[in-house]
């Protein structure tokens, strides 16, 4: 699988009337178009989605050559090359979302597939979710709720913060991707691999790039992340910060306002402690 952006869709349109793809229906309104060519294990696909970025899928000496030939012409630029692990039976894939970010508590997705599952979801062009939008990113998450068993679980800052003072951060991390897995068994269980990891059949570092159930929990994580971030923001009456680099006039705002800090961030994160009563 390989990933373009900031695709001229003229110019790319010519390329594949010029080398015979075949057009077929979009398959959400998200998708802009879908061409083919091929088949069966020789097959490609080409999804050009609304954000501009062409997702290619199918044979991979086909994507190869396909690739060269598309940065040749300057159609747009490559991001990057997915290629998920071929697995056999169930899976369970966990990963979680908002674990680095001063505002917002914590959630963790898991989501379940087999190998008639894994197909459709490489169709639906699941990725990363780090290089994907945040509208395709809440339109994916729909379509994989849709698709497969799927397992959240979201914690407010208010929640997370309680929970962290009783047992700490990672046994906190570690009950939650738990919780997933068990909800979602029979399964290989595979998680994300973080600091302090305990929990999974398989742990893996940047496991979101090597199978994809964990690429499609990390798509559902970072989906409900940005609705609990929404949810926050209306609650606070100005835009929440995402991440942790940019957020002192955040924290700042939350102190003028008089607000409960362990209702918007969490309390154990460094930059927050000068902005907390002095014990």
């Not at 290619?56 to 030939?69: A, T, V």
């Amino acid at each position: 699988m390989v990933v373009f952006k900031e695709v001229d869709k003229e110019q790319l349109l010519a390329f594949l009337k010029k080398n015979k793809f075949t057009p077929l229906e979009p398959k959400t309104v998200y998708e802009d178009i879908r061409y083919f060519k091929g088949v069966n294990n020789r097959r490609i696909m080409l999804i050009l989605y609304t954000s501009g970025k062409l997702l290619i899928q199918g044979n991979e000496d086909k994507i190869e050559e396909l690739s060269h030939k598309l940065e040749s012409v300057r159609i747009g630029k490559k991001i990057k090359k997915i290629e998920f692990r071929k697995e056999l039976g169930w899976v369970i894939g966990s990963d979680e979302s908002l674990k680095g970010d001063t505002f917002g508590g914590m959630v963790v997705a898991g989501v379940k597939a087999d190998e008639e599952l894994r197909v459709k979801l490489k169709e639906l062009g699941v990725a990363d979710s780090k290089i994907l939008r945040d509208k395709e990113i809440l339109r994916m998450a729909q379509e994989i709720k849709k698709m497969c068993s799927c397992e959240i679980v979201n914690l407010t800052p208010e929640e997370y913060n309680h929970k962290v003072k009783m047992y700490g951060s990672s046994k906190v991390l570690n009950d939650m991707h738990k919780q997933v897995g068990k909800f979602l068994l029979p399964g290989t269980h595979i998680v994300d691999k973080f600091p302090g990891c305990k929990v999974g059949d398989i742990r893996e570092i940047k496991a979101e790039h090597k199978f994809i159930e964990v690429a499609a929990a990390s798509i559902l994580a970072r989906a409900t992340a940005l609705e609990q971030i929404n949810y926050l923001s209306k609650k606070a009456g100005f835009p929440v910060p995402k991440g942790s680099t940019h957020v002192k006039w955040g924290l700042e705002e939350l102190k003028e306002r008089d607000f409960k800090f362990e209702e918007f961030v969490k309390t154990h994160f460094k930059n927050v402690e000068e902005f907390l009563p002095k014990k």
